[in-house]
């Protein structure tokens, strides 16, 4: 009778990074191991890595190379969530153009919190003649339909759906000319694994003084609004990034960042109150952006904040073990 293979009391992947995968720095740590959805390897839990020197978190190993392209591409799960109401956006905008009032598929808001938010530092409501915006994970085209309301040139980027297409000029990747004057970069980043090179390529496609708008979840309010895997699962969201990560990635490809959005009237507005995003606008510049001392710092103290919040006396007790010990246990548990 074949013999049971040991339980492994030391987890291990062969297919464990070496080097950070925005900044490629080997100075890595692993803080913790979280359970995931199985993936294509078999695998139930993940190490939580960070990185010393840009204060990147990822999902180590991660996912499979092009998990992400297929997921989110025209015929992928995402767009096909998503199939139904895109058909009934397409009928309506076909509708109304054979009546001869092509509206906006999605009409501007008379007030709009975010945009509103955004008015002191970005001329939205009031662009100068011929500028251009520019949305990176566009969507169906709802800040693009306001945009264009408003004046701008608007272009998106979508691999998902094409329903803003009927309307936006479709773009398959930034342009590095330096023609746009305003990107829009919502909730895409916390879907890469690369985030830096994303950055850096829109940076190529601002022109200099140009605007950037970025949101992502929120990690350093994890303690407060408690969803771990809104910030970080493994599959959908391979990575996360604190406040002071994300300003030193974007001081990396070149924008400075000049403003945090965090009023209150946006969270009671968009997340019904909760502290879930991280919203920044950055300018472009020519010039050298200071990078963060010690990047990671922020995210261990959230992520220890969270976790002694939320653990009780067996789980505190676990933490004190080495973090691959830690893992083969999660593993030994998700396998039965």
Same mark, same amino acid.
């Given at each position: ?28 740590? &692993? ?57 009934? $956006? ?23 919190? #975010? ?18 915006? $520019? ?11 306001? #945009? ?19 309307? &936006? ?21 916390? &879907?890469?694994?690369?985030? #830096? ?51 030193? $990635? ?19 507005? #968009? ?36 976790? $002694? ?28």
């Amino acid at each position: 009778m074949p013999r049971a293979e040991p339980a492994r009391v030391w987890l291990r992947y062969d297919e464990e990074a070496s080097a950070c995968p925005a900044c490629a720095s080997p100075r890595l740590t &692993h803080l913790d191991a979280f359970s995931i959805p199985r993936d294509a390897r078999g695998r139930r839990v993940s190490f939580l890595t960070g990185c010393y020197d840009c204060g990147l978190l990822f999902a180590n190993p991660l996912p499979v190379a092009g998990q992400a392209d297929r997921f989110y591409a025209a015929e992928g799960a995402w767009a096909g969530k998503r199939e139904a109401r895109t058909r009934r $956006l397409e009928a309506t905008h076909a509708r109304r153009i054979a009546q001869g009032t092509p509206t906006p598929t999605h009409r501007p808001r008379r007030r709009d919190a #975010l945009f509103d938010a955004l008015e002191p530092y970005i001329a939205v409501h009031a662009p100068p003649p011929g500028a251009r915006a $520019l949305d990176f994970g566009c969507g169906e085209g709802k800040f693009l339909d306001r #945009l264009q309301a408003w004046g701008w040139d608007t272009c998106g980027i979508e691999p998902s759906a094409g329903v803003a297409f009927l309307r &936006h000029r479709r773009l398959e990747s930034p342009p590095q000319d330096g023609s746009f004057d305003f990107v829009i970069l919502h909730h895409v980043l916390e &879907h890469l694994a690369d985030p #830096l090179d994303l950055l850096r390529r829109l940076a190529g496609a601002t022109r200099e003084g140009g605007a950037l708008f970025v949101s992502v979840p929120r990690l350093d309010t994890l303690p407060q609004h408690g969803d771990f895997r809104y910030c970080i699962n493994g599959r959908t969201h391979p990575i996360c990034l604190s406040e002071v990560c994300l300003r030193g $990635l974007l001081a990396r490809a070149g924008f400075a960042t000049t403003a945090r959005l965090d009023q209150r009237e946006l969270d009671e507005a #968009l997340t019904d109150g909760r502290p879930l995003r991280l919203r920044l606008v950055a300018l472009r510049t020519a010039a050298p952006v200071p990078l963060p001392d010690d990047p990671l710092d922020s995210a261990v103290d959230a992520l220890t904040r969270y976790a $002694l919040a939320r653990a009780g006396l067996g789980a505190r007790m676990q933490r004190a073990l080495p973090v691959r010990l830690r893992a083969a246990l999660m593993d030994r548990a998700r396998a039965r």
